[in-house]
């Protein structure tokens, strides 16, 4: 069986090799979607950075009318464009979107990292592939997947869900139940120890890992998100750093902010750090919820809440199914909306 990777056009968003993309269907109708708000700014304020509408799949050009389906992975790069992944691999200047390359088999491409010389590294299924002159190349994965390390074309991986590289140029590589390092041509499982259910902590290849969804790789840390979780990878051990799994359930459906330790999240889909202000940990949820928020000095904070689509202050901005984020050298941030088909940005400094 060839490795394939399916749409999330439903919820849970599930990407399982073996599948091939479903349709386009599931997003917020056209007039849904608020016109731009013309006021007096009071940060923090949400606007649209970049994209339109999702009634054609892609089209390049000015950036607030470009076209971007399903936006997935977010990145900004060293030359100050933001990179993202859909069913193509685009560049967002501050004037227009440009198909850098499309996806093999039009498949959408939930993972996407950039590293500090300015390589562009995407993943969907159980492949991980190098954008070089216009063409994705594999450089990891077998197509029928599995789990196996080693040399980097003999390796297997499950569903890859995200990608992060550390300032050594490694490449971090979150997928169902593992994490992954590849360095240097060689693929290592450095978290998990492969078996499904709560999650555990501890030394690092006993730890359990559910559902690994996002991950950033932070100095000697290693930030994952394992569904209703955040964890943290350092010195060989899995802690818990903030959430509680599967803490909606006992909470009446709710989430909550508030100390990391009792703060309740549900199925984490991205993560970006900003390494200001002590280090701000910023989270989307979009798959059950549309939410996204920021960890800072063990405290959980929602940013956005609200399912729509509107731009202006953060008391009344919407979004729909957020998952990739960037931040940009002042701390603001970037994320992909994925069901409005567009960049959003959250100013806030």
């Known amino acids: 069986m060839t490795c394939r990777q399916a749409l999330f056009l439903a919820v849970p968003i599930a990407l399982s090799c073996g599948q091939r993309p479903a349709g386009n269907d599931g997003r917020l109708p056209e007039a849904m979607r608020d016109l731009p708000l013309e006021r007096e700014k009071s940060l923090p304020w949400i606007s649209t950075y970049a994209g339109s509408t999702c009634d054609d799949p892609y089209v390049d050009g000015p950036r607030l009318s470009a076209k971007i389906q399903t936006?997935?992975?977010?990145?900004?790069?060293?030359?100050?464009?933001?990179?993202?992944?859909?069913?193509?691999?685009?560049?967002?200047?501050?004037?227009?979107?440009?198909?850098?390359?499309?996806?093999?088999?039009?498949?959408?491409?939930?993972?996407?990292?950039?590293?500090?010389?300015?390589?562009?590294?995407?993943?969907?299924?159980c492949l991980v592939y190098y954008l070089k002159d216009g063409e994705l190349t594999t450089v990891a994965g077998q197509p029928d997947g599995g789990h196996l390390d080693g040399p980097a074309l003999d390796a297997r991986f499950g569903e890859i869900n995200a990608l992060s590289f550390d300032q050594k140029g490694a490449l971090y590589v979150a997928e169902r139940r593992y994490l992954r390092k590849l360095e240097?041509?060689?693929?290592?499982?450095?978290?998990?120890?492969?078996?499904?259910?709560?999650?555990?902590?501890?030394?690092?290849?006993?730890?359990?890992?559910?559902?690994?969804?996002?991950?950033?790789?932070?100095?000697?840390?290693?930030?994952?998100?394992?569904?209703?979780?955040?964890?943290?990878?350092?010195?060989?051990?899995v802690t818990t750093f903030a959430g509680m799994f599967e803490g909606m359930l006992s909470n009446?459906?709710?989430?909550?902010?508030?100390?990391?330790?009792?703060?309740?999240?549900?199925?984490?889909?991205?993560?970006?750090?900003?390494?200001?202000?002590?280090?701000?940990?910023?989270?989307?949820?979009?798959?059950?919820?549309?939410?996204?928020?920021?960890?800072?000095?063990?405290?959980?904070?929602?940013?956005?809440?609200?399912?729509?689509?509107?731009?202006?202050?953060l008391s009344e901005a919407k979004a729909a199914k957020p998952r990739g984020l960037a931040t940009d050298a002042k701390g603001n941030l970037y994320f992909a909306d994925a069901f409005n088909c567009r960049i959003r940005y959250i100013e806030l400094q």
Request: overall charge negative.
């Open 71 to 125: 936006p997935l992975g977010l990145a900004l790069g060293p030359d100050g464009s933001l990179y993202v992944s859909s069913g193509r691999v685009s560049r967002v200047t501050d004037e227009r979107v440009v198909t850098l390359a499309k996806s093999p088999w039009e498949a959408p491409l939930p993972a996407l990292a950039v590293a500090s010389d300015g390589r562009i590294f995407v993943a969907a299924g």
């Open 184 to 237: 240097n041509g060689m693929v290592t499982t450095i978290a998990g120890n492969g078996t499904s259910g709560v999650p555990v902590d501890g030394p690092a290849l006993e730890a359990r890992v559910h559902w690994a969804r996002a991950v950033v790789a932070v100095g000697s840390r290693v930030y994952f998100s394992d569904q209703d979780l955040v964890r943290v990878l350092e010195n060989g051990q």
């Open 252 to 313: 009446g459906g709710k989430l909550e902010d508030g100390p990391v330790a009792h703060a309740i999240f549900s199925h984490i889909t991205g993560l970006a750090h900003h390494p200001g202000h002590g280090g701000v940990l910023f989270v989307s949820e979009g798959d059950i919820s549309s939410r996204v928020r920021m960890i800072q000095n063990d405290l959980v904070t929602s940013l956005l809440t609200e399912y729509g689509m509107a731009d202006g202050p």
